[in-house]
């Protein structure tokens, strides 16, 4: 087990071995994952980022948000998944447009990011997304030395590296993602 210099106050245990923390498409792509992966208890209601970083004296320049966005193109609806550290926002109207090759590309709803990704709203996470989805890894990210993301529920946080991120199954990193 790593051991993790941003976890400030948690309790880190390594992930495999805690699945309970996590929404089910997170446990079951683990294995996705070439790296240590630490999982951490948090209160449910501590989960948005500026809140987290503050109860649990994490640097909030080591926590990723990973944000569902969909646009259309001849009718049909693209889903992507962009992961920008906390710090940034992501570049929607211009990077992930293009990349999607859509006209007009917006944050998907709550309850339709929801169900698509079995994941908790403010929860939702890189790791475990619909298989057909593009992950959109800002440079920064994929550069990180050791992130804090989410896990799927709003009641856990996965500590994990960036390299890992950047080589899930449908990783692209981006330079310039976020701004």
Known sequence: MNDWNIAGTLTVQAAAERPDLMA?????????????????????????????????????????????????????????????????????????????????????????????????????????LPSDWPVLVDAAVARAPELIVGSGIRGSKLLVTGTALAELPGADVIEGLAK
């Open 24 to 128: 089910e498409p997170v446990a079951g792509a683990l294995d996705s994952v070439k790296a240590p992966i630490g999982i951490a208890e948090i209160d449910p209601d501590l989960a948005d980022t500026a809140a987290f970083c503050e109860a649990y004296s994490s640097p909030l320049e080591a926590s990723a948000n990973c944000v569902v966005v969909a646009g259309k193109r001849g009718g049909e609806v693209r889903y992507a998944a962009a992961l920008v550290l906390a710090t940034t926002r992501a570049d929607v109207n211009n990077v992930i447009r293009k990349h999607l090759d859509v006209r007009k590309v917006s944050f998907a709803p709550m309850d339709e990011a929801v169900e698509l990704t079995n994941m908790a709203y403010g929860g939702i996470t890189p790791i475990g």
